[in-house]
């Protein structure tokens, strides 16, 4: 079966250091892999895609960036955290049944 | 441009109360999918339903129901008898046609948080 892995659970970092966020899936190949954010008391915001390795596409312009090393693993980056992007992290990834979720990553960034 | 419409920000019942959760869609596109999730405190998002354009039929599993209606844009959720464990964020959300074959956003709604008092 198909199973989604995200860590850390939660995050606390200071404002200017980087970030690295990382998600990997098991029991599939070459799925879509999605990170999106949900601000506190908001919805979730799609900040990345891929459709394979080495290949991003970014819905929101930001100080965030994703890369994809291999077919299972993406991953979010940033050089330089600012307050503003705290909040929950979310990988998943879709196949003809639906989209699956991650348990999160809780950044808040002070 | 796609998008979906939770009118409702917070609700609150008393135990054993039916509730319906509202959701509004646009989308422009004639084949597209609609889906709800919860999002109990832990975070997490939970599937719950997968519902195409082509399917206008109600679905009820449980004490959950779901109305689709294409005249109206809407996909409401009703939580029959509702319980206590029922407590959590609802999100509605949608997706255009290629979802399956390709990568394609997932627009939520910002969600209904419903709390049920026992």
């Known amino acids: 079966s198909q199973t989604i892995h995200q860590w850390p659970a939660t995050l606390v970092q200071p404002v200017g250091s980087p970030l690295s966020l990382e998600c990997t899936v098991e029991g599939t190949s070459n799925p879509n892999l999605y990170w999106y954010r949900q601000a506190a008391g908001r919805g979730l915001q799609l900040l990345f895609y891929s459709v394979g390795i080495g290949q991003i596409s970014s819905e929101v312009p930001q100080n965030l960036s994703a890369s994809r090393p291999q077919d299972r693993q993406f991953i979010l980056s940033s050089k330089k955290l600012l307050l503003s992007d705290s909040g929950f992290y979310l990988c998943?990834?879709?196949?003809?049944?639906?989209?699956?979720f991650g348990s999160g990553t809780r950044l808040t960034v002070v | 441009a796609q998008k979906v419409t939770q009118a409702q920000t917070e609700i609150s019942v008393v135990e054993k109360e039916d509730v319906t959760l509202d959701c509004v869609y646009e989308?422009?596109?004639?084949?597209?999918?609609l889906f709800w999730y919860k999002q109990p405190p832990s975070g997490e998002l939970v599937f719950l339903i997968r519902r195409n354009s082509f399917d206008e039929q109600n679905e009820i599993s449980g004490r959950y129901s779901w109305n689709f209606q294409k005249s109206t844009s809407s996909f409401n959720f009703t939580i029959t008898a509702s319980q206590v464990v029922d407590s959590a964020v609802y999100f509605c959300?949608?997706?255009?046609?290629?979802?399956?074959?390709?990568?394609?956003?997932?627009?939520f709604g910002t969600g209904t948080r419903l709390t049920v008092i026992p």
């Open positions: 989308t422009r596109d004639t084949t597209y999918y």
């Open positions: 959300a949608l997706s255009g046609p290629r979802y399956q074959t390709g990568a394609n956003n997932l627009f």
């Open positions: 998943a990834w879709s196949d003809w049944e639906g989209y699956t």
